[in-house]
């Protein structure tokens, strides 16, 4: 039998809970100080209160709940749920207070988006926006995209509690025997790209003409959100913006490194540079790019006219890759992609976004990994029934390590395969009850699922409030992977009917 | 000699019948206006961009959530004093432009090529005051939470003992 949710479960769940509220009103203090440096005064008081808001909540839970117990399973997968619900209303604080969103509902929807690293936008006059707020937006993404866990585990996490509360936020992945160095190493890995590509990034907005004190805010807003595959932009243009090719080639760059598993990372970062070559999701990854990229630029030559073949290739390319990437960032906008992408191009885009990054990098979808599992199935059921009754077919794969396709590998990527399917294609016909064409609020709802934040124009801030309300949902689920969700859920009913 | 078809198209534009368009109708409608001659208006928001004889600025609908680039000679970037930003409000201008969907010449971008442009509101620097009732409440907010921090603290030195 399966054990039910006791009170007792409570304790760890409120007391490190209110760790990490608390862990946010530290965290508010990043964008106080660029309000600070730029002068805006308005803002710097919205973020105090906020931060003193989210220090009052977090003390006041940890002073009833103080005992810091060993957590189990379920208790790990529940914080995990939950914590991102409260992140998604304390973070909105200072957004709605910004007066850049007609409802609370609005600011929540663009904090989701952040923290779940989509890049779906209901922001207005993005243009006029203080500094300090928009910092806010992009810092959100970069915590959300590293893991808020991962940084409590940082702090707070300690002993087998750590990898059980790490797991809960869709990381299965140890690169390093212990939780908390594997916590380390991403951090490390993310502050040191900040750094180089910061600098890139700025320099080529100086060369451009802009600012230097712009350049290098610009630089380090794009790179947090495109690093972890975000994809919000300081401006409402998005990338296009920009006006260059430049950015454009070194924002896919940023997006592809955020989408590759830390695991790679350790092993190139450590030498292992043939790691690259061998690992068989990074392959499977660049592969799927390239047939995605060719034939969605085949649709569109051939249905959209008067398009040069550079213009065109230009467009597809970044639009395949921030949405296999899961970024969202766009060249063009949502009204090109609606009027200009043909169907087939679409579907394509709808494809490529379904699938995501790699496993154990800053993406969402369903993730190669599992893509190349479910392939690796398909080739050994092929190869068993070609074999002899009594062949033993074994089909291996090289990640990181050379792994064994087991069953139950197998089963849980089909498992995620399908709960990903299902809920793309159940935001899809929600979309089509508002009066939106099929093929568009499929798109929209893959785009909010896996996290990507490419829109045919359905978001905006017009759209009615239960569609929001659908798409945060589903913002959530998809970065968490179903399973902690379900088990938070499941939390919730066994609270409210006790056998 | 291209310079002399050149100027004869600058000097045949006005004769063109431009039509004056809202910026969200070129996103909607981009199709009725590709290539033609039109006539938007909007703020100037963010920066000044590229370098040579060629710039880039970006508009925006002063009532609504739409932007776009526009191509302009260095010559008439002077006209333009003030670029949209928090706490500034951009020069508003009026451009006379070729629209492109997707301009050849800057590799698929959607942009206007302004052949004249013309400030038909100046921008301006503006203030916000600091909201005094946040700051009260700021206060409150810090006592409660210095109090309930109070409270842990001393509840766990008792723990410990």
Redesign the interface.
């Known amino acids: 039998m399966i054990p039910q949710f006791s009170r007792d479960d409570l304790k760890g769940i409120f007391h490190y809970t209110g760790k990490l509220i608390i862990l946010l009103g530290y965290l508010f203090l990043f964008p106080l100080f660029v309000a600070l440096i730029y002068k805006e005064w308005n803002p710097a008081i919205d973020f105090i209160f906020s931060s003193l808001f989210s220090f009052s909540i977090g003390y006041l839970i940890i002073w009833r709940f103080p005992e810091e117990v060993d957590i189990n399973w379920r208790q790990g997968m529940t914080i995990a749920s939950l914590i991102w619900l409260i992140y998604m209303f304390l973070g909105a604080i200072p957004l709605y207070l910004s007066g850049h969103y007609n409802l609370y509902i609005d600011a929540c929807f663009e904090s989701m988006s952040a923290l779940a690293t989509t890049g779906l936008v209901l922001v207005k006059n993005l243009d006029h926006m203080a500094n300090s707020y928009n910092f806010w937006r992009h810092f959100m993404c970069f915590i959300g995209g590293q893991g808020i866990i991962l940084l409590g585990l940082l702090i707070f996490f300690r002993g087998a509690s750590a990898f059980k509360i790490y797991v809960g936020e869709a990381r299965e992945e140890k690169i390093l025997p212990n939780v908390v160095q594997t916590a380390k190493f991403i951090w490390l890995v993310s502050v040191c790209y900040l750094i180089i590509f910061t600098l890139i990034l700025g320099s080529i907005n100086i060369i451009h003409g802009i600012s230097p004190s712009r350049s290098f805010f610009h630089a380090i807003c794009i790179f947090m959100a495109g690093w972890d595959t975000a994809g919000f932009a300081v401006q409402s243009q998005n990338i296009a913006y920009y006006h260059s090719i430049l950015i454009d080639i070194i924002t896919s760059l940023i997006v592809i490194l955020g989408a590759v598993s830390f695991g790679l990372h350790y092993a190139v970062w450590t030498g292992k540079f043939k790691e690259i070559l061998r690992n068989y999701e990074f392959k499977t990854f660049m592969v799927s790019i390239i047939l995605l990229t060719f034939f969605t630029f085949i649709g569109f030559m051939k249905f959209t006219r008067n398009v040069d073949f550079f213009s065109s290739f230009r467009i597809v390319s970044y639009h395949i890759i921030s949405g296999h990437t899961g970024v969202g960032y766009t060249n063009a906008d949502s009204y090109y992609l609606k009027n200009y992408f043909p169907d087939f191009s679409l579907i394509l885009l709808i494809i490529a976004m379904g699938f995501g990054g790699c496993s154990c990098s800053t993406s969402g979808g369903i993730k190669m990994l599992r893509i190349g599992l479910i392939l690796k199935e398909l080739k050994r059921e092929v190869k068993g029934y070609s074999s002899p009754t009594s062949t033993v077919v074994v089909e291996k794969f090289h990640h990181i390590k050379d792994i064994s396709l087991t069953d139950s590998s197998v089963k849980l990527s089909s498992i995620i395969l399908i709960m990903y399917i299902a809920t793309y294609l159940i935001g899809g016909i929600i979309g089509t009850f508002f009066g939106y064409p099929f093929l568009h609020s499929l798109f929209e709802s893959t785009s909010a699922c896996a996290n990507v934040g490419l829109s045919v124009g359905i978001t905006n801030p017009d759209m009615p409030n239960s569609l929001k309300l659908t798409y945060i949902i589903e913002m959530w689920i998809g970065r968490l992977e179903f399973i902690s969700v379900f088990v938070f859920i499941r939390y919730l009913f066994s609270l409210r009917s006790p056998e | 000699m291209k310079k002399f078809f050149l100027l004869l198209f600058i000097l045949a534009i006005p004769l063109y019948p431009a039509e004056k368009v809202k910026i969200r109708e070129l ?2 409608n ?2 009725k206006y ?1 290539g033609k001659a039109i006539i938007v208006e909007g703020e100037v ?7 040579g004889e060629e ?2 600025i ?1 508009i ?1 609908d002063e009532f609504e ?1 739409f ?3 526009i191509v302009i000679s260095k010559k008439e970037i002077e006209k333009i004093e003030n670029f ?4 500034i409000k951009g020069d508003v201008v009026r451009v006379l432009g070729i629209y492109n ?4 010449k ?6 206007i090529h302004a052949l004249n442009i013309e400030v038909i509101k100046k921008g301006e620097k503006y203030t ?1 005051e ?2 005094i009732k ?2 009260y ?2 206060f409150l ?2 006592s ?2 210095l109090f ?2 109070y ?2 603290h001393k ?2 030195i008792s ?1 410990e003992e």
Do not use: Q, S
Request: neutral net charge; charged residues 30%.
């Open positions: 996103y909607e981009g199709e590709n928001i963010g920066d000044l961009m590229g370098k710039r880039w970006n925006k959530d932007a776009i680039g949209g930003r928090y706490r969907i997707n301009c050849p800057h590799y698929g971008e959607r942009d916000e600091v909201n946040k700051i409440l700021c907010l810090l409660i939470t309930i921090a409270l842990y509840e766990g723990r």
